[in-house]
């Protein structure tokens, strides 16, 4: 294999992230780090085993990731060449039964994932509403709610390696006596700061304080939250809980949708980004995605595919896990989830809106089809059980940026913004970005600064929301798992998302439940700490690739300072 030791990233931002969160060294390139992931999870770093994969398809898990056409997931970038060998991104827990035990295990297992750098999904429905009699040592129940307080504690606390923060993810049924307090439990601006007001004399809320302070402590503020439905919401699908869950993610984008019918009813964990889905205690993800963006052909896309499945089914083999149960039902299911990023970066360089086309079905065919059949022929050779799922579609926020494409199947977010995120020293920084693809229309048709700001992206189809809702209900007939994929909303209060608009919003979640798995919304700026912040191309062009620190005049990363 030819070695190329320089690194090639399309954006000053990707070099940025790999040399501060995943570069092993400051004299690492990117070729050093494929080598490195491929011999680690395929070949024969591990002294108990020979390779795994076939000496072809090395060569070629290495062409495909040095060629950014596949990045495997953020914990294999972080844990390649490293002695542990945590590469999945994240576990999925339930509590299982409702006994003083099962509280203690359960916060057990979840601060034992948290450590190793992976985040954790967590259904609680079936703890005990608050205010039952605890039959064995007297008293009532607290609930699940304050259980769930003391896990996103811990997730404040539990940073791996210094930089990452925990992520976590919470879900409750429908029907739980609890469910109105989980759904408005973050809505933190209906509690006020006692003794702190506005200028205008109002309360002084968490909201407020979160807006000037992302770290200031509030309720489930590490947490994602959602909402289980199941087959018997399908048939009273006009039920309040239902109605209030609609309001509260047009305001605050909080409670989520995770829907699940018929023999996928069982199906309530998630993973905290949501797009692996299980009905086992304990499951794993073990997360890859294709980048569209960088493959020109169908033929290329089928070899791709491939080749990253099977780069998976070694991540079953090598994989180190946080305890035994893990173990066991990773031997069980062989969960697999193989996503795709750079999907719109795709769908524009063709000349199309963001929207299924036939070309794209056919792609996904391939993607379907063919991630199944190298699969199942690759676990069949290391004696594993065939995977109960293979493709799932992960936000890729971070790798996405590597790869200086748009992420999942996102629209382009912005085509220019501000990005926040955490330095390994703890320092809150932020960096004028703008798309590659945008840059790349720009020079192709010739178009103005005033055009940029009108190229379709997240901002711009908030208006459109059935828009991204149909397409990835089309998009999900080609996905086992699930998709996380965030729809942009104006901010609450605006003309195109108020009061007034609660009824016909609802309806089209309706229309499309039946055929999703889940539904994710963000209203703008409705949380503090929002890490991406758009802004004018012409605003972004000029300060392009400035870092700065946050509330700190002295220091600029860059030598220029940007604002």
């Given amino acids: 294999m030819e070695r190329i030791d320089t690194v090639t990233f399309k954006t000053e931002l990707g070099t940025n992230i790999f040399r501060q969160k995943y570069a092993s060294n400051q004299y690492e390139t990117w ?55 945590f590469y999945n991104n994240c576990y999925l827990l339930r509590a299982e039964e409702d006994t003083r035990e099962e509280w203690a295990d359960l916060w057990k297992r979840a601060g034992s ?9 967590i259904d609680v429905s079936k703890f005990r509403p608050s205010g039952r009699p605890l039959t064995r040592t007297g008293g009532v129940s607290s609930g699940p709610l304050p259980w769930l307080e003391a896990v996103n504690a811990i997730g404040r606390e539990v940073m791996q390696g210094g930089s990452r923060r925990s992520a976590l993810y919470g879900s409750m049924n429908w029907q739980h006596e609890d469910i109105w307090d989980f759904m408005t439990m973050k809505n933190w601006h209906d509690i006020p700061i006692q003794g702190a007001f506005k200028e205008d004399g109002s309360p002084f809320t968490v909201a407020d304080a979160k807006m000037n302070d992302f770290n200031y402590k509030a309720p489930l503020d590490q947490m994602n939250i959602s909402i289980n439905y199941d087959d018997a919401w399908l048939q009273n699908m006009d039920h309040p809980v239902f109605e209030t869950n609609v309001r509260q993610a047009m305001m605050t984008g909080e409670p989520g949708f995770s829907f699940n019918f ?76 193989l996503g795709l990023m750079g999907m719109h970066e795709w769908l524009l360089k063709r000349g199309y809106k963001y929207e299924m086309v036939d ?45 200086g494409t748009t992420s999942g199947v996102e629209p382009i977010y912005a085509v220019a913004y501000r990005r926040r995120y955490l330095s ?11 798309e590659t693809i945008a840059v790349e229309l720009q020079e192709r048709y010739g178009l103005s600064n005033e055009q940029m700001d009108t190229i379709e992206s997240s901002i711009t189809l908030a208006k459109e929301p059935e828009k991204r809702i149909k ?33 016909s919003f609802s309806g089209i979640i309706k229309k499309y439940a ?31 690739g400035v870092v700065y620190e946050d509330n700190t005049e002295e220091q600029c990363l860059s030598g220029v300072c940007g604002i």
């Fill in 359 to 403: 070309e794209l079905k056919q792609w996904l065919k391939v993607y379907k089809d063919e991630s199944e059949r190298s699969a199942n022929k690759h676990c069949a050779r290391l004696f594993l059980a065939p995977p109960k799922g293979y493709r799932a579609i992960a936000p890729t926020g971070t790798i996405s940026i590597l790869a």
């Fill in 514 to 544: 039946h055929g999703l798995r889940g539904l994710t919304f963000y209203p703008d700026g409705s949380r503090g700490g929002q890490p991406l912040t758009p802004c004018s191309w012409e605003e972004a062009m000029s300060k392009r």
């Fill in 471 to 503: 397409f990835q209900y089309e998009l999900q007939k080609y996905v086992d798992h699930a998709i996380s994929s965030t729809v942009n909303l104006p901010a609450w209060g605006s003309e195109e998302n108020n009061e007034e608009l609660v009824d």
């Fill in 31 to 85: 070729s050093d780090k494929a080598h490195s992931i491929v011999n680690s999870v395929c070949g024969t770093s591990d002294n108990k085993m020979n390779r795994i994969m076939e000496l072809d398809d090395l060569d070629e898990a290495y062409n495909i990731i040095n060629n950014q056409e596949f990045f495997p997931g953020g914990r294999y970038l972080w844990y390649a060449g490293r002695d542990a060998r």
């Fill in 424 to 434: 390994g020293s703890k320092r809150w920084l932020n960096q004028y970005n703008v």
């Fill in 262 to 337: 018929g023999e996928k009813q069982n199906e309530t964990l998630r993973n905290a980004c949501t797009e692996i889905t299980s009905e086992d205690d304990s499951d794993v993800c073990n997360l890859g995605s294709i980048n569209m963006a960088n493959i020109d052909t169908i033929e290329r896309f089928r070899e791709v595919v491939n080749v990253a499945s099977k780069f998976l089914v070694c991540g079953l083999h090598r994989a180190q896990l946080p305890y035994e149960k893990v173990y066991e039902t990773r031997r069980k299911n062989s969960r697999l989830g």
């Fill in 113 to 121: 994932c948290l450590m190793t750098g992976g985040g954790i999904g």
